[in-house]
């Protein structure tokens, strides 16, 4: 992000809100332990709408305010504690290099917000998130709405931002394509240099220090999510973080990661063989996995539904499960009576962006829909089939147990079709025992 996409981006906001007032938050850094805290991360929609780096902060935007319609709470500077913490933009700073209109210590929102507020009827703020803020908004809102006989007039009604916000951030701009492009050429370098460390008994915490090293070494804010680094049977755990066991001979590593670029993330699943060669019933999974991938990506366009790539996806590793034995039946009955799903376990995509699991709705009839949405240029999603053989799953043949095989690309929706923004990254069985 940067400060004039992020005016761009408050622009179109306030134009689609129309009229009432918006209020937005970023979270205060949050205790790691006693007196440490987690590096800080802006929350996504108010970085979208701000590029303000800094923890603590609210944004009141107001359409057609008079006074200017957007107003930053913000830590004031503070040389002590910037001694020991970091540089403060402070008010100053939020007015001259983020534009805003007015801005004042964050002590003092108490005190402004109401009178901010004054004349409102709808307010875009998002309950459920933060619920001593959701408390003190609440008791603001409250206070006001007693104050009638005296004139005054607070919000009547409160709207999810997102409803506005969230379709804005599923349609990617040029500015921002170019962030998630570079995100994508650093997950690549990041991808490359993992396969070319892993060897037999090298330890998955080796693998994620090299990719989040690669990632921060080319200028990415590190990892967009918790890099998933699963040897073997560990690959079956589809979240698996804790990174710390040696990749056995003979096994497969899943890697899940990607880097995180001004705030836009990749998400990028290859899987390659500790000893450099896929054995052969690894190579007969990563096959089945990989042309359900290849038909998945093909089939992204403008017009095709997004339930239809999982389609796709689901129909060809139904064949590939067949073929390898591990389900019985037609592709048809098999399909009927979702026997695929004892191995193949998760859906196929979700958008992409500012959060791993992105924002904007699925369905056409809104986040309670039913009808699946289609696929409009701009559009960024993942294509992630994979198929995850336990090590104790008795059904499957011996030498594919203890193997889990994902592949993931990030796709864009073009005019006339898709651009998979991490087609760099070796993904054939011959360029990924090439590059191991
Ligand atoms: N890295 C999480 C996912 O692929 O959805
Ligand atoms: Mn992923
Ligand atoms: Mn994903």
């Not at 006693?34 to 923890?55: C, K, N, Q, V």
């Not at 892993?198 to 804010?221: C, D, Q």
């Not at 203890?402 to 011959?430: F, M, Q, Y």
Request: hydrophobic share 35%; glycine share 10%.
């Amino acid at each position: 992000m940067n400060i004039a996409m992020a005016r761009a981006h408050r622009e179109a906001f306030l134009s689609a809100m129309g009229s009432g007032a918006a209020v937005l938050r970023t979270g205060p850094e949050l205790v790691r332990s006693r007196d440490t805290h987690f590096s800080f991360r802006p929350d996504s929609d108010f970085w979208y709408l701000t590029a303000y780096p800094e923890p603590d902060a609210v944004l009141v935007l107001i359409p057609g305010r008079s006074e200017g319609q957007m107003v930053l709470f913000v830590r004031p500077r503070d040389p002590e504690m910037e001694t020991w913490h970091g540089r403060r933009a402070g008010v100053e700073g939020a007015r001259e290099i983020y534009g805003a209109d007015e801005a004042f210590p964050i002590a003092e929102l108490d005190t402004r917000l109401p009178q901010l507020l004054r004349g409102v009827d709808e307010l875009y703020y998002k309950t459920g998130n933060d619920a001593d803020f959701d408390r003190k908004l609440l008791g603001h809102v409250r206070d006001m709405n007693f104050k009638t006989r005296d004139g005054v007039t607070g919000p009547a009604a409160f709207v999810d931002p997102g409803l506005l916000l969230h379709e804005m951030r599923l349609f990617k701009s040029d500015d921002e394509l170019d962030y998630m492009r570079k995100a994508a050429e650093i997950t690549a370098e990041a991808h490359a240099a993992a396969m070319r460390t892993l060897a037999p008994g090298v330890h998955e915490y080796e693998i994620e220090s090299v990719v989040n090293g690669t990632f921060r070494s080319h200028g990415g804010s590190g990892p967009g999510y918790t890099s998933i680094c699963a040897g073997g049977d560990n690959a079956n755990i589809l979240h698996y973080t804790v990174n710390n066991e040696p990749v056995p001979d003979g096994a497969c590593l899943l890697l899940d990661a990607g880097c995180e670029y001004s705030g836009y993330t990749a998400d990028v699943t290859r899987c390659f063989p500790a000893s450099g060669t896929f054995s052969s019933a690894q190579r007969e999974l990563y096959q089945v996995v990989l042309d359900a991938q290849l038909a998945a990506v093909e089939h992204v366009k403008p017009g095709v539904t997004f339930e239809s790539v999982h389609e796709t996806s689901t129909r060809k590793l139904t064949e590939g499960l067949i073929s390898l034995g591990l389900v019985r039946g037609s592709v048809d009955e098999v399909l009927e009576d979702r026997s695929f799903q004892r191995w193949t376990i998760h859906k196929t995509s979700h958008w992409l962006g500012l959060d791993v699991h992105d924002v904007g709705s699925y369905f056409v009839d809104g986040t309670g829909g039913k009808t699946s949405r289609k696929l409009e240029p701009g559009m960024v999603l993942t294509v992630e089939p994979g198929i995850y053989i336990p090590a104790d799953a008795e059904l499957a043949a011996e030498g594919m147990r203890g193997t889990g095989i994902r592949i993931e690309d990030d796709v864009l929706v073009t005019e006339s079709g898709h651009e998979n923004l991490t087609a760099a990254i070796p993904k054939s069985i011959s360029e990924v025992e090439a590059a191991c």
